[in-house]
């Protein structure tokens, strides 16, 4: 079975700042990578995945991953928060092989102050 | 704008009332799914719909029965339901259910009030 954790449940920073939400996973088979946004009273939108290839991931928004085999991480990176990006940050999983199901990490809270 | 729509964006119901969760697509996708969302918490799956085929129930209570009409719409059959079921109710929906790595386009939810 797939299980993610993400370290931190709130993470607060101010305008501008860098910032890193971190997700560690653990599986005994090979896995896709994803990380979700959630912005109030909405549903679920993908920032980024990892499937192959290169272990720095783009994804939108300014937002990248570095996927690290060895440490079996996957944390999201910004150079430089907006107020616009405080929201809920879902780090997620899938089995490669017949998978159908994505387990989610609990989630960062992630608040910008101005 | 969502490319999934979920209707109705709110509902408050009894627990002797019937109610239904709608959810269309127009992305051409296969899968369709139903997660279940308690606040502060991560997205739970209950269903998922390949092809229009029950693929996935994940034990849900006999009270959530979910339908696909077709391979654009997602209902999710309410009854009977209990206080602890009220949630956030997303429909979800990908390319191909066959391989986990098509990205999952969700909707913006039902928010469900069980009383």
């Known amino acids: 079975a797939q299980s993610v954790t993400q370290l931190d449940s709130q993470v607060p920073v101010f305008e501008e700042a860098p910032v890193e939400l971190r997700c560690n996973y653990s599986s005994s088979v090979s896995v896709y990578l994803f990380w979700y946004v959630q912005y109030p009273n909405q549903g679920l939108q993908l920032l980024l995945k990892?499937?192959?290839?290169?272990?720095l991931v783009k994804g939108i928004n300014g937002f990248e991953a570095e996927f690290n085999k060895s440490q079996t991480s996957f944390h999201l990176r910004k150079p430089s928060v907006h107020i616009s990006d405080t929201a809920e940050y879902f780090c997620a999983v899938s089995k490669i092989q017949g998978a159908q199901k994505l387990v989610f990490g609990q989630g960062t809270r992630l608040t910008i102050n101005p | 704008d969502t490319e999934v729509t979920q209707t109705p964006k709110h509902l408050v119901m009894g627990m002797t009332n019937k109610k239904s969760l709608k959810c269309e697509q127009h992305m051409g996708h296969r899968a369709m799914y139903w997660y279940k969302q308690k606040a502060k918490k991560p997205p739970e799956l209950m269903f998922v719909?390949?092809?229009?085929?029950?693929?996935i129930n994940e034990s849900v209570p006999s009270r959530f029965s979910p339908e696909c009409p077709n391979s654009s719409l997602l209902n999710l059959h309410l009854h009977a339901l209990q206080p602890e079921d009220s949630a956030l109710y997303l429909c979800?929906?990908?390319?191909?259910?066959?391989?986990?790595?098509?990205?999952?386009?969700f909707g913006n939810g039902t928010r469900l009030t069980v009383t």
């Open positions: 990892y499937l192959s290839g290169s272990t």
């Open positions: 979800a929906s990908s390319q191909d259910g066959a391989v986990y790595n098509s990205p999952l386009h």
């Open positions: 719909y390949s092809y229009e085929k029950l693929s």
